[in-house]
Protein backbone atom coordinates (compact mmCIF):
# COMPACT_ATOMS: atom_id res chain seq x y z
CA UNK A 1 0.00 0.00 0.00
CA UNK A 2 1.37 2.96 -1.20
CA UNK A 3 0.59 6.42 0.22
CA UNK A 4 0.84 10.13 -1.49
CA UNK A 5 3.56 11.97 -0.73
CA UNK A 6 3.62 15.74 -0.83
CA UNK A 7 4.41 17.74 -3.78
CA UNK A 8 7.77 19.15 -2.05
CA UNK A 9 9.18 15.88 -2.02
CA UNK A 10 7.69 14.29 -5.44
CA UNK A 11 11.47 15.32 -6.88
CA UNK A 12 13.46 13.05 -4.15
CA UNK A 13 10.94 10.49 -4.41
CA UNK A 14 11.77 9.48 -8.43
CA UNK A 15 15.68 10.55 -7.37
CA UNK A 16 15.41 7.46 -4.67
CA UNK A 17 13.22 5.23 -6.81
CA UNK A 18 15.63 6.09 -9.83
CA UNK A 19 19.09 5.23 -7.85
CA UNK A 20 17.52 1.63 -6.60
CA UNK A 21 16.63 0.97 -10.11
CA UNK A 22 19.74 1.91 -11.73
CA UNK A 23 21.91 1.11 -9.18
CA UNK A 24 24.55 3.43 -10.84
CA UNK A 25 23.24 6.76 -9.21
CA UNK A 26 23.53 7.60 -6.10
CA UNK A 27 21.29 7.40 -3.39
CA UNK A 28 20.29 10.86 -2.15
CA UNK A 29 20.03 11.55 1.52
CA UNK A 30 16.65 9.91 2.33
CA UNK A 31 16.48 12.10 5.57
CA UNK A 32 13.36 14.44 4.69
CA UNK A 33 11.27 11.43 3.32
CA UNK A 34 12.01 9.79 6.33
CA UNK A 35 11.28 12.39 9.10
CA UNK A 36 7.92 12.53 6.70
CA UNK A 37 7.22 9.29 7.06
CA UNK A 38 7.86 9.49 10.68
CA UNK A 39 5.24 12.43 11.26
CA UNK A 40 2.53 12.67 8.30
CA UNK A 41 3.56 9.14 7.82
CA UNK A 42 3.61 6.97 10.64
CA UNK A 43 0.29 5.17 9.57
CA UNK A 44 1.95 3.97 6.62
CA UNK A 45 5.24 2.79 8.58
CA UNK A 46 3.31 1.07 11.21
CA UNK A 47 1.10 -0.67 8.40
CA UNK A 48 4.14 -1.69 6.90
CA UNK A 49 5.77 -3.85 9.44
CA UNK A 50 7.41 -7.73 7.84
CA UNK A 51 7.54 -8.61 11.78
CA UNK A 52 9.23 -8.52 15.35
CA UNK A 53 13.04 -8.95 14.89
CA UNK A 54 15.89 -9.22 17.04
CA UNK A 55 19.45 -9.12 16.62
CA UNK A 56 21.27 -12.81 17.23
CA UNK A 57 24.58 -11.36 18.33
CA UNK A 58 23.09 -8.87 20.59
CA UNK A 59 21.23 -12.31 22.51
CA UNK A 60 24.21 -14.95 21.90
CA UNK A 61 26.65 -12.32 23.45
CA UNK A 62 24.90 -12.98 26.96
CA UNK A 63 22.49 -16.00 26.21
CA UNK A 64 24.59 -18.72 24.09
CA UNK A 65 26.60 -20.32 26.53
CA UNK A 66 26.13 -23.85 28.37
CA UNK A 67 25.90 -21.64 31.91
CA UNK A 68 22.59 -20.54 30.40
CA UNK A 69 21.45 -24.30 29.59
CA UNK A 70 21.91 -24.92 33.68
CA UNK A 71 20.23 -22.01 34.65
CA UNK A 72 17.15 -22.79 32.90
CA UNK A 73 17.58 -26.80 33.37
CA UNK A 74 15.61 -28.26 36.38
CA UNK A 75 18.83 -31.15 36.62
CA UNK A 76 21.92 -30.21 38.64
CA UNK A 77 24.01 -32.80 36.17
CA UNK A 78 22.66 -32.42 32.74
CA UNK A 79 24.85 -34.02 30.23
CA UNK A 80 25.17 -30.82 27.38
CA UNK A 81 25.42 -31.74 23.61
CA UNK A 82 25.22 -29.62 20.36
CA UNK A 83 21.49 -30.51 20.26
CA UNK A 84 20.96 -29.04 23.65
CA UNK A 85 22.48 -25.86 22.56
CA UNK A 86 20.44 -26.06 18.99
CA UNK A 87 16.67 -26.62 20.76
CA UNK A 88 17.90 -24.03 23.65
CA UNK A 89 19.31 -21.41 20.87
CA UNK A 90 16.09 -21.95 19.05
CA UNK A 91 13.72 -21.71 22.60
CA UNK A 92 15.78 -18.59 23.77
CA UNK A 93 15.21 -16.85 19.91
CA UNK A 94 11.33 -17.15 20.08
CA UNK A 95 11.57 -16.12 23.73
CA UNK A 96 13.28 -13.30 22.77
CA UNK A 97 11.06 -12.51 20.10
CA UNK A 98 8.06 -12.66 21.64
CA UNK A 99 8.95 -10.18 24.13
CA UNK A 100 10.59 -7.58 21.78
CA UNK A 101 9.12 -4.10 20.64
CA UNK A 102 11.15 -3.96 18.03
CA UNK A 103 10.06 -4.53 14.56
CA UNK A 104 11.27 -4.27 11.01
CA UNK A 105 9.45 -2.30 8.42
CA UNK A 106 9.43 -2.30 4.33
CA UNK A 107 7.76 0.79 3.72
CA UNK A 108 6.66 1.32 0.13
CA UNK A 109 7.95 4.63 -1.77
CA UNK A 110 5.58 5.01 -4.86
CA UNK A 111 6.07 7.39 -7.68
CA UNK A 112 3.41 7.63 -10.84
CA UNK A 113 4.69 5.55 -13.97
CA UNK A 114 7.91 4.30 -11.96
CA UNK A 115 7.80 0.72 -9.65
CA UNK A 116 7.77 0.61 -6.23
CA UNK A 117 11.11 0.35 -4.60
CA UNK A 118 11.08 -0.45 0.02
CA UNK A 119 12.76 1.88 2.74
CA UNK A 120 14.11 0.19 4.99
CA UNK A 121 12.42 1.21 8.67
CA UNK A 122 13.31 -0.81 11.76
CA UNK A 123 11.12 0.41 14.52
CA UNK A 124 12.92 0.03 18.31
CA UNK A 125 10.55 -0.04 21.16
CA UNK A 126 12.16 2.32 24.18
CA UNK A 127 9.49 1.50 26.70
CA UNK A 128 7.65 4.43 28.18
CA UNK A 129 9.99 6.60 25.90
CA UNK A 130 8.19 5.39 22.68
CA UNK A 131 9.61 3.80 19.70
CA UNK A 132 12.48 5.32 17.39
CA UNK A 133 12.89 4.96 13.48
CA UNK A 134 16.22 3.02 12.51
CA UNK A 135 16.25 3.67 9.29
CA UNK A 136 18.24 1.97 6.38
CA UNK A 137 18.94 1.90 2.60
CA UNK A 138 16.46 1.90 0.20
CA UNK A 139 15.62 -1.66 -1.61
CA UNK A 140 13.89 -2.61 -4.97
CA UNK A 141 12.16 -5.39 -3.66
CA UNK A 142 10.60 -6.34 -0.02
CA UNK A 143 12.61 -9.37 -0.59
CA UNK A 144 16.16 -8.00 -0.79
CA UNK A 145 15.29 -5.83 2.21
CA UNK A 146 14.70 -8.79 4.08
CA UNK A 147 17.89 -10.68 2.45
CA UNK A 148 20.31 -7.71 4.23
CA UNK A 149 19.12 -8.56 7.37
CA UNK A 150 20.30 -12.06 6.68
CA UNK A 151 22.82 -13.75 9.29
CA UNK A 152 22.63 -10.60 11.76
CA UNK A 153 18.62 -10.45 12.65
CA UNK A 154 16.35 -12.80 12.73
CA UNK A 155 12.06 -12.83 12.17
CA UNK A 156 11.82 -16.41 13.45
CA UNK A 157 14.32 -18.79 15.09
CA UNK A 158 14.52 -21.10 11.64
CA UNK A 159 16.02 -18.02 10.15
CA UNK A 160 19.32 -19.28 11.51
CA UNK A 161 20.88 -22.60 11.15
CA UNK A 162 21.33 -25.03 13.56
CA UNK A 163 25.64 -24.12 12.44
CA UNK A 164 24.84 -20.37 12.93
CA UNK A 165 23.49 -20.91 16.36
CA UNK A 166 26.43 -23.46 17.38
CA UNK A 167 28.76 -20.58 15.64
CA UNK A 168 27.82 -18.11 18.19
CA UNK A 169 27.66 -20.33 21.11
CA UNK A 170 30.26 -19.79 24.16
CA UNK A 171 31.17 -23.69 24.57
CA UNK A 172 32.33 -24.68 28.23
CA UNK A 173 36.32 -24.75 28.18
CA UNK A 174 36.49 -28.71 29.69
Not at 35 to 42: I, L, R, S, V, Y
Request: negative net charge; contains cysteine.
Amino acid sequence: MAIELPQSLHKLATDVVNSVIHKSLPLPDLTPIQDWFENEGWDEVVMSVQGNIVYVENIASDSFNDDSIRENSDSAEIQITDVIRIQFGRMFIESQLDQTEDSLHAVELKVLQLPSVFLDCMVIGQGQGGWYCDWGSAYQSMDELLEAYKGMAVRDSSDFSDDEILALWKKDES
